[in-house]
């Protein structure tokens, strides 16, 4: 089990960093096309703030949002409207929001379930601020704040954060066996 000080794997291991922020914006696209409107934002932007630096996470979070917009509008077809864009950008600066929240949690001192747990409720309430405050002046749907619609995000989000964290534990399980094992060439027969 991983510790708090091993999570983010921030400055010994840029590759590493770089083929999150490639996971990330990936896991996008493939909840994009799995949830619609419903794309976990929240999960991305918590991860992104708990497994990487603050300017990679930056990065991983503006490809998701990128990425779901280009799912969005090529495969999914979402009406090319002044609303609809209008709503897309609000969801990027949600996000951006969400992923501010989740690195303030990161200053507080405590275990990695609570500040993972922290990390999450904080960035949930950032993002959906955000877009409570825009529907104000942007048109959505009559229940689109209901209870039972903001616990189904919540669900969704929470989920994609546990399945998140669990595939880094295992990226970095296997870094660390990788990194374990003997040098080959070292292993030579004594003649």
């Given at each position: 089990m991983l510790e708090r000080n091993q999570l983010?794997?921030?400055?010994?291991?840029?590759a590493f960093a770089v083929a999150w922020v490639?996971?990330?914006?990936?896991?996008?696209?493939?909840?994009?096309l799995v949830f619609a409107c419903i794309t976990p934002f929240v999960a991305l932007a918590a991860v992104s703030a708990v497994a990487l630096p603050r300017q990679m996470a930056t990065m991983a979070v503006l490809?998701?949002?990128?990425?779901?917009?280009?799912?969005?509008?090529?495969?999914?077809?979402?009406p090319q409207t002044f609303d609809s864009f209008a709503w897309g950008l609000t969801i990027g600066i949600?996000?951006?929001?969400?992923?501010?929240?989740?690195?303030?949690?990161?200053?507080?001192e405590a275990g990695l379930a609570?500040?993972?747990a922290g990390v999450l409720i904080a960035?949930?309430?950032?993002?959906?601020?955000v877009l409570f405050a825009a529907a104000v002046v942007l048109p959505s749907g009559d229940g689109a704040f209901s209870a039972a619609v903001v616990a189904e995000v919540l669900l969704i989000n929470a989920l994609a954060v546990?399945?998140?964290?669990c595939l880094h534990m295992g990226a970095?399980?296997?870094?660390?066996?990788?990194?374990?094992?003997?040098d080959r060439r070292c292993l030579k027969p004594l003649l």
């Open positions: 983010p794997l921030r400055p010994a291991a840029p490639t996971v990330i914006a990936g896991a996008s696209v493939a909840l994009s490809l998701a949002w990128l990425a779901n917009q280009a799912v969005g509008y090529l495969v999914l077809g979402y949600a996000a951006f929001a969400s992923l501010a929240a989740s690195l303030g949690v990161l200053r507080l609570v500040t993972i960035g949930f309430v950032a993002y959906e601020a546990i399945g998140l964290i970095a399980a296997g870094r660390a066996l990788v990194a374990a094992q003997p």
